[in-house]
């Protein structure tokens, strides 16, 4: 149904940026919320950014605030990550998720997206 392949992820010195780019094989993927999750070692996946499927709302996790974008290009099926002033403690498997209709009033959590990508690793370094 949905086929989500991410890419861009790679090594990175601190301060450095990387964008990430998630292609997204959907029929209706202007009508998807989508998002980007991490997964540190040892740790649970937890949401980085989420655009809804308007386009004209987002989420961020309060550690990336001012420092990561997400933005959607619906006519290319893509989504993005642009990663900026990046910190060790961002390293982690990045993953491309998407949440299709109906939505509830939460739309941001992991637990609430249908579709995962298969994740690209991102390690930052100093």
């Known amino acids: 149904q949905v086929q989500l392949v991410e890419s861009g992820g790679g090594l990175v010195q601190a301060g450095g940026s990387l964008r990430l780019s998630c292609v997204v094989s959907?029929?209706?993927?202007?009508?998807?919320?989508m998002g980007w999750f991490r997964q540190a070692s040892g740790k649970d996946r937890d949401t980085v950014a989420a655009?809804?499927?308007?386009?004209?709302?987002?989420y961020y996790a309060d550690s990336v605030k001012g420092r990561f974008t997400i933005s959607r290009d619906n006519a290319k099926n893509t989504v993005y990550l642009q990663m900026n002033s990046l910190k060790p403690e961002d390293t982690a498997v990045y993953y491309c998720?998407?949440?299709?209709?109906?939505?509830?009033?939460?739309?941001?959590?992991?637990?609430?997206?249908?579709?995962w990508g298969q994740g690209t690793q991102v390690t930052v370094f100093s």
């Open positions: 655009i809804k499927w308007t386009g004209g709302t987002t």
């Open positions: 998720t998407a949440d299709l209709p109906p939505y509830g009033s939460i739309w941001f959590r992991p637990r609430d997206y249908n579709y």
């Open positions: 959907g029929r209706t993927f202007s009508t998807y919320n």
